[in-house]
C-alpha cells in the first residue's frame, strides 16, 4: 500500500533549526513530483516547498524562502525539509505530498502523510 511517513517535527525555540524526512513506500518515488505543505490551527493548507522528480528545481512559498530548503533522494525514496531560522509562525502540522499527472489519459496521483507537528516556542 501507499504510504508516506513524515517524522522530525517537535518542538524547537525561535531561531533553530528542525530537519523533517518523508519516507515513501508503495509507489515510483521517482516519477513523482515531491512538496511539503502545512497547516496551522485555523488556516488554509499552504504549500510550503516542492520539488522537481529528479531534483533539478525546487521552489518556495514567499514566507520560507531563505530559510527553508527541500531535496530528495531517490535512492532512499524520501523527502527532507530543512528549515532553519525558525519563527513562531512556522508552527503548523507539516505533511508530505506526493503528485504525479499522467496527461495522456488525464489522470492525477496524489498521495499525502498523516503529518508531523513543528512547534516553535520559547
Known amino acids: 500500500q501507499v504510504q508516506l511517513v513524515e517524522s522530525g517535527g517537535g518542538l524547537v525555540q525561535p531561531g533553530g533549526s528542525l530537519r523533517l524526512s518523508c519516507a515513501a513506500s508503495g509507489f515510483t518515488f521517482s516519477n513523482y513530483v515531491m512538496a511539503w505543505f502545512r497547516q496551522a490551527l485555523g488556516k488554509e493548507r499552504e504549500l510550503v516547498a516542492g520539488i522537481t522528480s529528479a531534483g533539478g528545481t525546487t521552489s518556495y512559498a514567499d514566507s520560507v524562502k531563505g530559510r527553508f530548503t527541500i531535496s530528495r533522494d531517490n535512492d532512499k525514496n524520501t523527502v527532507y525539509l530543512q528549515m532553519n531560522s525558525l519563527k513562531p509562525e512556522d508552527t503548523a502540522v507539516y505533511y508530505c505530498?506526493?503528485?504525479?499527472?499522467?496527461?495522456?489519459?488525464?489522470?492525477?496521483?496524489?498521495?499525502w502523510g498523516q503529518g508531523t507537528q513543528v512547534t516553535v516556542s520559547s
Open positions: 505530498n506526493a503528485l504525479d499527472v499522467v496527461v495522456a489519459t488525464m489522470r492525477r496521483y496524489e498521495y
